[in-house]
């Protein structure tokens, strides 16, 4: 019986590789070898768009009836006084298009010399990504680069996408094109990979060329010798609260502190067991493609992923995740006694502001 998904995975690391080159390229180019003003980010809106781009277009080739829900659109490229930021994105997406065709490319996907793109078709390219979303069909998520902060510092960041049937995340890929070969705390100068996971088939980690893979699992682990994966920033999730759990599961390893997906991909090869992320406004929403690629990940690597209430991710509903509060993700030994530490400090937070 032949695996489902196979073209679609192919597809998928295709992409998530041309887009892990280019936003590498950019880096390099632009981050490390410009003078920014502080604040600038400049590179990274010329990486968000360019990689959405790339992505798309092959998308659009192999799946061209597929609808994309991605988090740019090119209103603002297509106005007067962007023509220097249009011509570095076409300079840049048919740089990573043209290259040659690497393991598991092929040619029909518009992959490869002689497959340059017009400005207008990767401005349509980009603006694929405007679906709303739904339950019901087919559809791609993307987040282009998910870690802005951690590409402008030369730290963590993920390209990601992920594909969704019926609201149900059935593939998902993170591209990581900083994160260590061997674990988070590596020193290993090797660095990049790409983490894939099909539902029902597992999960792998990938070279960059995609010339080596290695099944990825959660290893199981006693609450004592737990870590948290978490967020850098705090405006991102609330760090105190994380605190918190720690110190209700006898937690004392100090925390990973990541940006972007790639904390799902760490979580999936066991580099931290827990991932946390409460949200500092209760009434965020999050996005759909800052999860899909991760839940799947964690769950093919042997975890469970929810909400602070236990429910699970609804990736059906639109954009968002609409109700589901924070997410409380970990190996499935262990996630149960997780989740009972975030309720009880979520009960202590609640009786505090009452």
Same mark, same amino acid.
Request: glycine residues 6%.
């Given at each position: 019986m032949?695996?489902?998904?196979?073209?679609e995975k192919q597809v998928a690391i295709a992409a998530v590789r041309r887009a892990c080159a280019l936003t590498s390229s950019v880096?390099?180019? =632009?981050?490390? @070898?410009?003078? =920014?003003?502080?604040?600038?980010? @400049?590179? &990274?809106?010329? +990486? #968000?768009? @360019?990689?959405?781009a790339v992505v798309n277009t092959i998308l659009g080739r192999a799946f061209p009836v597929d609808p994309i829900v991605g988090e740019e659109d090119a209103a603002d490229l297509?106005?007067?006084?962007?023509?220097? =930021?249009?011509? !570095?994105?076409? #300079?840049?997406?048919?740089?990573a298009l043209t290259a040659d065709l690497g393991l598991g490319d092929r040619a029909e996907w518009g992959l490869g010399p002689g497959q340059e793109r017009t400005l207008d078709e990767l401005l349509d390219a980009i603006d694929r990504g405007n679906d709303q979303g739904g339950p019901v069909g087919r559809?791609?998520?993307?987040?282009?680069?998910?870690?802005?902060?951690?590409?402008l510092r030369g730290g963590q960041y993920a390209i990601c996408l992920a594909l969704i049937v019926d609201g149900d995340v059935k593939l998902g890929v993170i591209g990581c094109p900083n994160l260590p070969v061997g674990d988070a705390e590596s020193e290993d100068s090797q660095r990049g990979g790409i983490f894939t996971a099909v539902k029902g088939q597992g999960a792998e980690q990938i070279s960059?060329?995609?010339?080596?893979?290695?099944?990825?699992?959660?290893? @199981?682990?006693e609450p004592g010798m737990l870590n948290l994966l978490e967020s850098v920033e705090?405006?991102?999730?609330?760090?105190?609260?994380?605190?918190? &759990?720690?110190?209700? =599961?006898?937690?004392? !390893?100090?925390p990973t502190r990541m940006d972007s997906?790639?904390?799902?991909?760490?979580? +999936?090869?066991?580099?931290?067991? &827990?991932?946390?992320?409460?949200?500092?406004?209760?009434?965020?929403?999050?996005?759909?493609?800052?999860?899909?690629?991760?839940a799947v990940l964690v769950q093919e690597a042997g975890g469970v992923i929810t909400d602070a209430l236990g429910q699970p991710l609804n990736f059906g509903l639109g954009r968002t995740l609409g109700k589901n509060q924070g997410i409380v993700a970990a190996g499935k030994d262990v996630h149960g006694q997780v989740l009972a530490a975030v309720q009880r400090a979520r009960s202590k937070a609640s009786e505090a502001t009452q």
């Open positions: 032949a695996l489902q998904y196979t073209t880096f390099n180019k =632009l981050v490390k @070898s410009e003078t =920014l003003t502080k604040g600038d980010k @400049s590179p &990274v809106t010329i +990486a #968000d768009y @360019s990689a959405q297509r106005q007067e006084g962007a023509e220097n =930021l249009r011509n !570095r994105i076409v #300079d840049l997406c048919n740089e559809r791609w998520t993307l987040d282009p680069i998910d870690g802005t902060k951690g590409f960059i060329s995609g010339a080596k893979s290695t099944p990825v699992m959660i290893p @199981s682990m705090a405006a991102h999730a609330d760090l105190a609260f994380n605190q918190q &759990v720690s110190n209700s =599961l006898g937690i004392t !390893r100090p997906q790639a904390k799902y991909a760490c979580l +999936a090869r066991g580099d931290g067991v &827990v991932y946390l992320r409460m949200p500092i406004n209760a009434l965020y929403q999050e996005k759909i493609w800052d999860h899909a690629s991760g």
